[in-house]
């Protein structure tokens, strides 16, 4: 232990005898894939919510008081929290936060993961912590996304002692590999067949700007796809985006489950999620004359 930086925020200045914060080291902060994985954690909570009319654009700030992370558990697990809408108080927060929280623990108890939060830590806008919740949430519910792997950030950890400031920094890993994060572990009959595939599967990266992929919808359900709903020559990355999207609500529509690929991941020619793609249509419309 050696005695607190001179970066120390001056709110931490305040801390009883023996009392500890955490923060992340601001050179942690500035790293290209810890912003990612902020990013990629904000978009996937505003996806989950734009029907709520809910925009989050900070998460320490949006999230502590519970009620962004209510509306997200309640989205996500299809179920109906008994807690207070509106709450003000720090003590209505924090129950609320306890409600929440349990919720979440009695769904991630049975994998046997870590818990690495707390009301407190959560409340007090603690962003490791609040990090390490999102990131459980979305392994657990198999979010459409990509986290960015091996991000790990240098923490500040502030104790007050005999009325002195004193600091230690730790490491605290957020995520690992995709594999292990979002249960690709759990192998499937793609897997094998990737594994096994000649280098010449190259040649899906003729879908990659999703044009193929909406017209092959059309024949496979029978209907013509209106040429004004997808760009046909698509130019830039957010067309062929918008194009692989549509392609997907095709395919939910009809009647397959929401592809694990992200439509970014396909149009920067990701082979294994555009095979997974191309494969979950094959194993649908194989038998189909």
Known sequence: MSPALADVHPEDTQ???NEERTMIDPTSKEDPKFKELVKVLLD????????ERIIVKQLEEDLYDGQVLQKLLEKLAGCKLNVAEVTQSEIGQK???QTVLEAVHDLLRPRGWA?????DSIHGKNLVAILHLLVSLAMHFRAPIRLPEHVTVQVVVVRKREGLLHSSHISEELTTTTEMMMGRFERDAFDTLFDHAPDKLSVVKKFADGVYLVLLMGLLEDYFVPLHNFYLTPESFDQKVHNVSFAFELMLDGGLKKPKARPEDVVNLDLKSTLRVLYNLFTKYKNVE
């Not at 818990?115 to 009301?119: A, C, K, T, Y």
């Open 115 to 119: 818990l690495r939060w707390s009301v």
């Open 15 to 17: 801390l009883e005898e």
């Open 95 to 97: 129950q609320k936060l």
């Open 44 to 51: 996937w909570i505003n996806d989950v919510l734009v029907e």
